[in-house]
């Protein structure tokens, strides 16, 4: 009987030692494969002569739309400012001899999208990043947070509504097509004192996995994109760091792995990141630090401006 129970730990041990190793495996070629190999020629005019990137003019978004016109698309732009939007047009011609096209809206309303649809006519299209965006002015606790309902309605309409309004673009996808559609890592967990930017997010993350869940058969690839702190004008980091790149050097890395990663913190160390705050670290710690660096950040913010 104890040789027999010895023998069943044995057996139970190594298949135990041998699922871990079979595990680390599969993580290190799978890793190997999207970090280091990429995606190859997946993104380029074949899929559609046309990109559209929203937010156009500043950082995540105007790197968006270098990149792709880099890689040959015609670039349609869209943004709130039409003159930022004719600057970063006539750059794109300059540099990279592509075609241009631009809407001036503002996603805080939600009477533009007839516009738009009507600028995209006629269009074969093979990209749509999804990148406008706002987030808090600082770090505030709900019912602090200065204009409250029109906050509310704002963000729900430039982060939320202008992700879930894109449906008419389908149609002007050839036979396959890529959406990209940045939420952001503060969509992985709460966020305390950004609540309600942390939860527009989550719904953009939820969004673009269901999504890819009904259209991948058809072609399509919806990919939801959490980005940790990239060096731009939202994030107030002027100072590019290893954890905090440029958003060339963002955008570069994150467009490897479309098409290998439906939802993807798109750049290596951001991925760390994402695995430590998501598996290794209990949520309500992560959720307590979150509180903690941005009370701080409040009171530094509330400080200055008393000091004005």
Excluded at 95 to 115: L, N, S
Excluded at 167 to 175: S, V, Y
Excluded at 196 to 213: C, E, I, N, P
Aim: a positive charge.
């Amino acid at each position: 009987t104890t040789e027999f129970g010895d023998s069943v730990l044995l057996w139970v041990g190594a298949l135990t030692t041998a699922s871990l190793a079979l595990w680390i495996l599969y993580r290190l070629l799978s890793g190997f494969r999207i970090w280091v190999m990429g995606n190859g020629d997946l993104l380029s005019p074949k899929l559609g002569k046309w990109a559209v990137v929203t937010g156009a003019t500043d950082g995540i978004g105007k790197s968006y739309a270098e990149e792709l016109a880099r890689r040959g698309f015609s670039m349609m732009l869209i943004s709130r400012t039409q003159e930022k939007l004719d600057d970063v047009a006539q750059s794109l011609e300059r540099r990279y001899k592509v075609e241009t096209k631009t809407v001036a809206v503002d996603f805080g309303q939600v009477d533009i999208y007839p516009k738009i649809e009507t600028a995209l006519s006629g269009l074969e299209i093979g990209v749509l990043v999804n990148n406008v965006g706002i987030s808090y002015p600082y770090p505030e606790f709900f019912l602090h947070i200065p204009d409250l309902d029109n906050f509310i309605n704002t963000m729900i309409n430039v982060n939320i509504t202008s992700v879930c309004q894109f449906k008419p673009l389908f149609p002007h996808f050839r036979a396959k097509g890529v959406i990209l559609n940045i939420s952001s890592a503060s969509g992985m967990y709460p966020v305390p004192l950004l609540t309600v930017y942390s939860s527009t997010k989550a719904f953009v993350d939820f969004f673009s996995r269901g999504l890819q869940a009904e259209y991948k058969s058809k072609g399509i690839i919806i990919q939801s994109v959490l980005p940790f702190f990239v060096a731009t004008k939202m994030t107030k980091i002027r100072k590019p760091t290893l954890d905090k790149p440029t958003p060339d050097r963002y955008v570069a890395a994150e467009l490897t792995t479309v098409g290998l990663q439906d939802q993807t913190n798109g750049y290596f160390p951001h991925a760390v990141m994402g695995w430590l705050t998501t598996v290794l670290v209990p949520i309500n710690l992560v959720i307590y630090f979150g509180m903690r660096m941005n009370k701080a950040q409040r009171g530094g913010y509330l400080r200055r401006r008393k000091l004005r």
